[in-house]
């Protein structure tokens, strides 16, 4: 079997080789070649130190670039595709994500990618392509190379209350949940469905983190640093501001805003109708039910750290920020829900709270949720969740599903992994 991982940090990339390690276990007399590209120098170092097959692939796809600088060139001025594929495309996320990172140097970085990562596939003839979220240029490039070529792919990430997302179509609303989730009268019995408590985490070592900064800060702004991994650290250099409100206390039915990680891919490719936080809490202010009062609750990597002009409109308008109350005592007490696509919309969807999903998401199935289609339908969706009741049956059936299909049980991070067994089985049974 061969298999062909993408990773990003170093917590990611132990997840992989436990990966690689079940597969031996269970299948002793089969010979497992598991092969890893990290998109940074800390998930590069911790399979190198381990002695394992590690590649820091930005770097590698970029001295190809600046290498080959003029073959690339020439591409640019006279195509829109090679081999096969609309490069530019692949420039979108990380355009939005700074727009002052060089435009022509990441078109070279996504032609160099398309070579490197096909001469990867063509050399290596893998079964398997496993990519950690599918938004990242690298990523995207590998899996559109092995559609191409036929390579069965399978998307990892992070899911919600120790559970990893595992699938076949994407992760987020790529997610083929979203499809299946439709007939909420044909599901199996859950296999288990209960929250648990959270298990020990898995303790990184403070040097990867540190070596990951100091290459950022030190090399972020040189020509020699790749352009795809520029300004992609976001919570690492944003300037704290002062909160200007922490009170929780209202006389007023409570409408709870959640604000989650900016410029992020759910903001970037899954956000249809706004595309900054200080838009949806402008529109949400706007377009409030008469007689209550909103507050909204921080990303805990993002506290004061937002646009500026998200506070600006905050003081303004005297509206509240809490980040103090425990974020289930927040949900509970308020009336209902607001979410662009964040996590929290599903843990508030489990505490049968009514959730407004303004953005696309994995569980914005109208059975369990309101959703909105349009952004002018804004205001009538706020009126509506007012009265609305979520119906517990179909939460239940909901989320017998969705752990019926996509989420497994136990974290990327955990000390004790469990979900790289079950991932393990699965490529074996697959293959």
């Known amino acids: ?134 938004s990242r240029m690298s990523i995207e490039i590998a899996i559109a190379l092995a559609q191409l070529k036929q390579i069965k792919v399978y998307y990892i990430e992070q899911g919600p209350f120790n559970t990893t997302f595992f699938d076949h179509k994407g992760v987020n609303a790529n997610i083929s949940f979203r499809e299946q989730a439709l007939n909420l009268e044909n599901t199996k019995t859950p296999k288990k469905t209960e929250v648990q408590q959270a298990p020990k985490k898995y303790r990184r070592s403070p040097i990867y983190r540190a070596l990951d900064m100091a290459l950022m800060y030190s090399l972020q702004k040189t020509k020699i640093y790749p352009p795809d991994v520029k300004y992609t650290d976001l919570n690492s250099y944003r300037a704290k501001r002062k909160n200007p409100d922490t009170t929780l206390h209202t006389e007023k039915p409570m409408v709870l805003l959640i604000l989650q990680v900016p410029l ?77 696509n964040s996590t929290v919309g599903l843990e508030a969807i489990f505490y049968g709270k009514t959730v407004v999903v303004l953005g696309n998401a994995f569980y914005d199935n109208s059975e369990v949720c309101l959703k909105l289609k349009e952004k002018t339908a804004l205001v009538e969706l706020l009126e509506k969740a007012m009265n609305h009741k979520p119906d517990p049956l179909k939460i239940d059936t909901f989320k017998t599903a969705l752990y019926n299909s996509v989420l497994l049980q136990g974290g990327i991070t955990d000390q004790h992994l469990k979900s790289t067994k079950t991932i393990a089985q699965h490529l074996l049974n697959d293959k």
Not at 56 to 65: D, G, H, K, Q, R
């Open 264 to 340: 992020d891919v759910n903001m970037i490719y899954h956000s249809p109708h706004f595309k900054s936080h200080t838009d949806i809490v402008s529109s949400v202010y706007a377009a409030l039910p008469k007689n209550t009062d909103l507050v909204i609750r921080e990303h805990p990597l993002f506290v004061g750290k937002y646009e500026a002009s998200l506070y600006q409109l905050v003081k303004d308008h005297h509206i509240r920020i809490d980040n103090i109350s425990s974020l289930k005592g927040s949900i509970e007490s308020s009336k209902f829900v607001v979410v662009n």
């Open 1 to 134: 079997m061969k298999v062909i991982s993408f990773s990003t940090f170093d917590k990611h990339s132990r997840f992989y080789l436990d990966i690689e390690k079940q597969l031996k276990a269970n299948r002793p007399s089969e010979t497992v070649n598991f092969k890893m590209y990290s998109i940074y120098l800390s998930g590069f170092l911790y399979a190198l130190l381990r002695l394992k097959h590690s590649n820091w692939i930005p770097v590698t796809s970029w001295f190809n670039a600046l290498k080959h600088r003029q073959k690339y060139l020439n591409l640019l001025s006279t195509t829109k595709t090679y081999k096969g594929l609309k490069f530019k495309d692949f420039c979108k996320f990380h355009v939005a994500l700074n727009k002052s990172t060089s435009q022509q140097d990441l078109q070279l970085q996504a032609l160099a990618y398309i070579d490197l990562i096909d001469h990867i596939f063509n050399t290596e003839q893998p079964d398997y392509l496993i990519c950690l979220g599918d």
